[in-house]
């Protein structure tokens, strides 16, 4: 949620609002994210939030975003791909499209990597067992007529398997296959890998809705 909502900030600096980008016909779409937490913010604390985008790669937008303390510790590091789309149909757009390169520096950093998108295969996939359903509902929706990326991090603490999380994460990541709408079913799966991961999968009428994975905190 902070991502987006950080993303949309640092946009609106540049005069790039969201309704200015469908009005010149495209939108971005988040399609992977990975996080590490090195800690948690308590209640009443106050963080300084930080994001850019880091370049592209292939068809991909990188966003970086980091959380730190008042006097500048790390919490949070987090990586993201973006997809531009056309607003409607969501069909990807190669990112010489993009109509705004005076509005936002998309090469405001560099990260030196691009971080890898989730693949569940082998003994991971292997590890998955039915957890239950979920249906899409009204308020998940956002303004691009799908369930809100960050509703899958929620989805995915509701189905942590054993139905106990760990009392504090230390990083995870999801990938975002296929969008899922309103009064969607979404048949979730979830299981844990001999190293101790929670890995968990999402399915719509038999196609691949996410994946997502979950590491506790050394503590």
């Not at 809100?148 to 106990?164: E, H, I, R, T």
């Not at 995870?172 to 979830?190: G, L, P, T």
Request: with cysteine; glycine share 10%; proline share 5%.
């Amino acid at each position: 949620k902070l991502l987006q909502e950080a993303a949309e900030c640092q946009m609106k600096r540049g005069g790039l609002t969201y309704e200015r980008m469908r009005e010149g016909g495209c939108v971005f779409l988040l399609t992977n994210v990975s996080v590490r937490i090195a800690a948690l913010p308590h209640a009443g604390d106050t963080v300084t939030v930080w994001t850019a985008f880091c370049g592209t790669a292939g068809a991909l937008f990188l966003r970086d975003m980091r959380i730190r303390t008042a006097d500048g510790g790390e919490l949070v590091t987090l990586h993201s791909h973006w997809a531009l789309t056309d607003p409607d149909g969501h069909r990807v757009l190669r990112p010489s499209a993009f109509p705004f390169p005076d509005a936002v520096d998309l090469t405001e950093c560099k990260t030196g990597s691009v971080p890898a998108r989730l693949n569940l295969r082998g003994e991971a996939a292997r590890c998955l067992r039915p957890a239950g359903e979920r249906e899409v509902r009204w308020s998940d929706i956002d303004c691009n007529g799908h369930m809100n990326n960050s509703v899958y991090a929620d989805l995915m603490c509701d189905y942590f398997p054993g139905g106990k999380m760990p009392r504090r994460l230390g990083e995870f990541a999801i990938s975002f296959r296929r969008e899922a709408r309103e009064k969607d079913i979404i048949a979730i799966q979830s299981g844990r890998t001999p190293d101790g991961a929670a890995v968990l999968a999402g399915e719509i009428a038999g196609r691949c809705c996410f994946e997502g994975r979950m590491l506790p905190a050394q503590v």
